[in-house]
């Protein structure tokens, strides 16, 4: 990056600005003209003054004007004039805005592009809360003064020029004095305005620290109320809000006192004219049209002398604000934008041993944590790594993450340091105890090391075709990358595929060496399907459903599952489920919404059973509060019966008083709502309260048939309805297998449905596609839908799906319970035995399964070979492996 601002500003956009520099330039002509023309108005056309009409513009005889005709054109040549130059401001506004936001485009690019190549040891002393501000906020203004740096002070100089020289051409006298208090204001005001961005810069750095205050509040929010720590945090916050609360009012003050000083001495100009150009008129030494276009000019006079003296201000604003951000994102031991970016002429394999040589590496502080370190480790080979600190940086450095302050590590005899992120991000991996899982879907997280570049370009009609080649023609002029983000990047071949059709076949070796294939099926079976984008799965998920039905109904498992059946209640679902007969697709039909629906309502009237509804609610609302008032919130009883939470039972309690059993039609509509929403949460077989009677359900089997039949045109999509035949759009692909509810009350049916369910779905080869449709979760920010083990497993998935050479693992199974951390061990090192797997382990007894154990202590190998060569030999080994 440039270290100055304007060196930055002609090494990318100096074309531009030349057009708009000329544009400036030569815009001064026609607004010469607007500043004259004012005079021919009054003097000419109005007095008539030195002038004989009619008048012949070109003296040819064809064009005469008489005086309300000359009149007429001057003010049409004064308009014209108008529309020339604000078309002229137009295109040099649009020219400075259009440069500038390239330019601040770029600009970004190139920060982030330098966040990706920060040397790792930086994130360990700059926070998120730092740097982010930088990149969006800070650098915002720098955007808009890029535009305007050459064109602005020209444009608006010139136009005080050729202002000061029109007064000058009517009265020298006028002129001076127009300009003669601008020194003071030329001195003064940036003075002040100095201080007033000295404050600026403090102000800004406390944002950056409050910003940090937060995100740390919000990664070590379970901390504080843990230790309830929440008093303190908040008086802290408020101390630097207190900063910024006196740091703003003092610049308020300074700044308005610059605005009150440049509004007074531009309100002196006019007063000199009225009194200087009023005694020459009385004298008859100038005449009135002289003293108009005068006031007139002097008038336009304010405005580009303003726009000077702010762009002096923020041009030393800006110029600080570049220069302290590049001084932050320029760091020594960053790799160059080649790393990132230049592809090998040929591949290149890391499939060969590793030869590290006096390996050093320092701290921040220069404190060595690997100190003369030596290794050599065959190919293939899975290496267990094991000792003190230093363990995770080797591993780290060898994965090329790291550049080492001094020695040499080469893999299959190619130098580490010589080669780009291009090939070492390919064919190296590494997992460290917390690896970063991004908010996307679970497979984009798996395959995002099949993508490094477009492998495929995306077919577009003539219109879109069109626009996206001016997209990659703008990115290119800003500096920025010019990939499709939306084409195809996954390197199916890198992962043993053939195209997209097999990868997910490919990517389950990964998973289930992982252990993570049962976490993404589980939740393949909790997602939907799309039954127009996959019909193939929707017809087996069909197929399935028939084969688990005739399963349970062929063994003693049938009253297990109570299925849809359009002529009978289901007992086990709620009385929402029982009238709609189907799913909401949407919000318009969640149970929360039904006793506020016009339509529901009069499908519970044309049946009789709307008054019921209420009365319902009020005996449901008495019984919840009657059982569940003395209960703490966190009482399992909430979660298992109550359709109230803890926080609303306060307010049904005072709904409560204020309803009459008599007379709960004449409650307020809202209050009537809430009560009728609560009968429709009933499950008939769970909550045995006795409110629905035969007949009433009768009457719901009733409503039911009129609810769909009378259902709105503009609603026919709101509702997925149960079809035996048919797959519901908007159940999971577990509720449309079962296509029913499990029974209440009967042993252990959840586990055995499972098992019948497995049975289904191994027998019908529906697994895989399930597993796909498990790829697509959302994983939540930072995977916060996911577990922490969760997170280690798919974390080592990635790793293994894109087939590296070498796999480095440090302490990747850290949130596993040691029974889940042996089958991973055990299930990876078989996965990875004709490559290359090295793994930092914590605990000695993990090494059984290695080719070879490299202990490392105090920054060195003290001893390496295989395990039972260890155990045989080895005194510090033997002590390793003895129990704690």
Request: charge should be negative.
């Amino acid at each position: 990056m440039e270290k100055n601002l304007y060196s930055f500003i002609l090494k990318y956009s100096l074309k531009q600005q030349v057009i708009i520099t000329l544009l400036s330039v030569v815009s001064f002509i026609p607004y010469y003209y607007y500043l004259s023309i004012p005079k021919s108005i009054v003097n000419q056309g109005i007095q008539g003054k030195d002038i004989s009409y009619p008048v012949d513009l070109f003296g040819w005889g064809l064009w005469q004007f008489d005086n309300t005709a000359y009149l007429f054109l001057l003010c049409g040549v004064f308009l014209l004039l108008v529309l020339i130059q604000q078309g002229f401001k137009y295109a040099i506004n649009y020219f400075q805005g259009v440069a500038g936001e390239r330019m601040l485009r770029r600009l970004r690019y190139d920060l982030y592009a330098h966040i990706l190549r920060f040397p790792l040891h930086t994130f360990r002393r700059t926070s998120q809360g730092e740097i982010i501000p930088m990149v969006i906020a800070e650098v915002e203004p720098v955007g808009g003064f890029i535009g305007e740096s050459f064109a602005l002070p020209i444009f608006q100089g010139g136009m005080l020029l050729v202002i000061f020289g029109f007064l000058l051409l009517q009265n020298p006298l006028m002129a001076f004095a127009a300009v003669a208090l601008y020194p003071i204001q030329f001195y003064f005001v940036p003075k002040m305005q100095a201080k007033v961005r000295a404050l600026g810069r403090e102000r800004i750095k406390n944002q950056r620290r409050l910003s940090d205050r937060i995100g740390e509040t919000i990664s070590g929010v379970t901390d504080l109320h843990t230790h309830d720590v929440s008093n303190r945090m908040l008086a802290e916050f408020s101390g630097r809000l207190s900063i910024s609360y006196w740091i703003r009012v003092e610049i308020y003050q300074r700044k308005f006192m610059v605005k009150f000083l440049n509004n007074f001495i531009q309100q002196l100009g006019p007063f000199f004219f009225y009194a200087i150009g009023g005694y020459l008129t009385i004298r008859g030494q100038m005449d009135v049209g002289t003293v108009v276009a005068a006031v007139n000019a002097h008038k336009e006079m304010a405005a580009p002398w303003k726009e000077l003296l702010n762009h002096y201000q923020q041009r030393e604003d800006v110029k600080q604000k570049y220069e302290q951000v590049v001084t932050q994102f320029v760091l020594d031991g960053m790799r160059g934008p080649d790393d990132q970016h230049v592809e090998p002429e040929q591949p290149v394999s890391l499939a060969g041993p590793v030869a590290v040589s006096g390996l050093v590496l320092h701290d921040d502080q220069g404190q060595p944590i690997l100190e003369n370190l030596s290794l050599s480790l065959p190919w293939p080979s899975r290496v267990a790594v094991v000792g003190d600190n230093g363990r995770d940086e080797l591993l780290q450095l060898l994965a090329r993450l790291h550049d080492p302050t001094r020695g040499r590590i080469a893999i299959n005899e190619r130098n580490l340091a010589e080669l780009p992120e291009t090939v070492t991000g390919r064919r190296l991996a590494y997992v460290g105890p917390a690896s970063y899982v991004f908010n996307t879907s679970l497979g984009d997280n798996l395959f995002m090391g099949l993508r490094h570049r477009p492998l495929t370009t995306r077919s577009l009609n003539e219109a879109l075709q069109a626009r996206y080649e001016r997209e990659v023609a703008e990115a290119e002029a800003s500096g920025n990358s010019p990939y499709d983000p939306d084409a195809d990047w996954t390197d199916y071949a890198a992962a043993g595929a053939d195209g997209p059709d097999n990868l997910v076949t490919v990517a389950i070796a990964a998973l289930k060496a992982a252990s993570f294939d049962e976490d993404v099926y589980q939740l393949g079976m909790r997602g939907t399907v799309d039954p127009a984008v996959k019909p193939d799965v929707a017809e087996r998920v069909l197929a399935a459903r028939r084969a688990f039905r005739e399963k349970l109904t062929s063994g003693a498992l049938a009253d297990l599952v109570e299925s849809w059946d359009p002529a009978r209640y289901n007992s086990n679902a709620t009385v929402a489920e029982n009238l709609m007969f189907g799913t909401a697709r949407n919000g318009i039909y969640h149970e929360d919404n039904l006793a506020r629906d016009s339509h529901m309502l009069r499908v519970l009237d044309e049946v009789g059973l709307r008054q019921r509804f209420l009365e319902i609610g009020h005996e449901v609302a008495a019984t919840m509060v009657e059982l569940f008032a003395d209960l703490p919130p966190e009482h399992e009883f909430f979660q298992q019966f109550s359709f109230i939470s803890s926080e609303d039972l306060p307010d049904y309690k005072d709904l409560l008083q204020r309803a009459k059993p008599g007379a709960l039609d004449q409650l307020p509509e809202g209050d009537r709502a809430r009560l009728m929403s609560l009968p429709f949460k009933l499950v008939f077989a769970r909550h045995r309260l006795g409110h629905f009677n035969d007949a009433e359900r009768e009457a719901i089997l009733k409503a039911r048939k009129i609810f769909a039949d009378t259902l709105p045109e503009d609603r026919k999509g709101a509702i997925a309805f149960f079809d035996p035949e048919h797959f519901t759009v908007s159940s999971s692909i577990v509720d449309n297998i079962l296509f029913g509810r499990v029974a209440y009350g009967q042993a252990q049916a959840q586990e055995k449905i499972g098992r019948v369910m497995a049975d289904v779905v191994e027998q019908l080869k529906l697994r895989e596609p399930i597993i796909a449709v498990g790829l697509l979760f959302e994983v939540g920010i930072a995977g916060a839908r996911l577990t922490a083990a969760q997170r280690q497993k798919l974390s080592i998935a990635r790793a293994l799906v894109k087939q590296p050479d070498w796999v480095m693992l440090s302490e990747a199974t850290a949130a596993l319970d040691p029974r889940s951390h042996a089958v991973v061990v055990k299930a990876v090192t078989e996965l990875r035995k004709e490559t290359g797997l090295i793994w930092s382990l914590q605990r000695a007894t993990d090494c059984e399964s290695f080719d070879i154990v490299v202990v490392v202590e105090n920054g060195r190998v003290t001893h390496t070979g295989s395990y039972a060569e260890l155990c045989e030999k080895s005194a510090r080994f033997k002590q390793m492996l003895a129990p704690a």
